[in-house]
């Protein structure tokens, strides 16, 4: 069972946004930041969104993060079939001393 | 471009001990804290631990200290061995990197390395 809950999946067709939610604590979420993963099958995760919302350098800014409270939301605009993927948040957690994961969100593109 | 690899045996057997290395590439090792995350089929990934070029380790408790993790900065390998397995350390294994002043937030994975654990 992961510390940080995701819904098991999220869909949309080609041009519409997605919104996944990511559920967590006061000791990870509600008093660090967020991080956000996105993982194509038989690969390695890869780094999406960091501090809640900053995108590193190749993610497209219809990529965006947002956080309020204990919980957090990755959003994709002008969903594309590459989008198709499992996405994972994670934030550091206090008390274990170190960054925990949601159980992942499979992205359908129908 | 950062490039990290994972080699060690895909299979070990109940009560042995998992040993993983992993080679990276680039400079200023101490500008990072070295990691290695597992992730079982179709589950989330979790924090095993992470190494610093000081060689100070900071693991996960849920571990119960079975994790030993070594940093050679001159050869750029950083190592896993964790002991006393059972099934539920069948997972892929992962190397990753975080930048010292954003730690946890890991920017450069490995690819992976399988390791069932099996008699």
């Given amino acids: 069972q992961s510390v940080l809950v995701q819904p098991p999946s999220a869909s949309g067709t080609p041009g519409q946004s997605v919104s996944i939610s990511c559920s967590g604590s006061r000791s990870n979420i509600g008093g660090n930041t967020v991080n956000w993963y996105q993982q194509f099958p038989g690969t390695a995760p890869k780094l999406l969104i960091f501090n809640n919302n900053q995108r590193p350098s190749g993610v497209p800014d219809r990529v965006s993060g947002s956080k309020s409270g204990s919980s957090a939301s990755l959003a994709i605009s002008g969903l594309q079939s590459e989008d198709e993927a499992e996405y994972y948040c994670a934030a550091w957690d206090d008390s274990l001393r170190g960054p925990v994961f949601g159980g992942g969100t499979k992205v359908t593109v129908l | ?119």
């Avoid at chain 2, 940093?71 to 059972?86: E, G, K």
């Fill in chain 2, 1 to 119: 471009q950062v490039l990290m690899q994972e080699s060690g045996p895909g299979l070990v057997k109940p009560s042995e001990t998992l040993s993983l290395t992993c080679s990276f590439s680039g400079d200023s090792v101490g500008a990072y804290a070295w990691s290695w995350i597992r992730q079982p089929q179709g589950k989330g990934p979790e924090w095993i631990a992470f190494i610093f070029s000081s060689g100070t380790v900071s693991s996960n408790p849920s571990l119960k200290s079975r994790a030993t993790l070594s940093l050679d900065t001159s050869t750029r390998q950083l190592s896993l061995r964790l002991r006393s397995v059972t099934a539920a350390d069948t997972a892929m294994y992962f190397c990753a990197r975080s930048e010292m002043a954003r730690i946890g937030v890991f920017d450069v994975w490995g690819q992976g390395a399988m390791v069932t654990v099996s008699p």
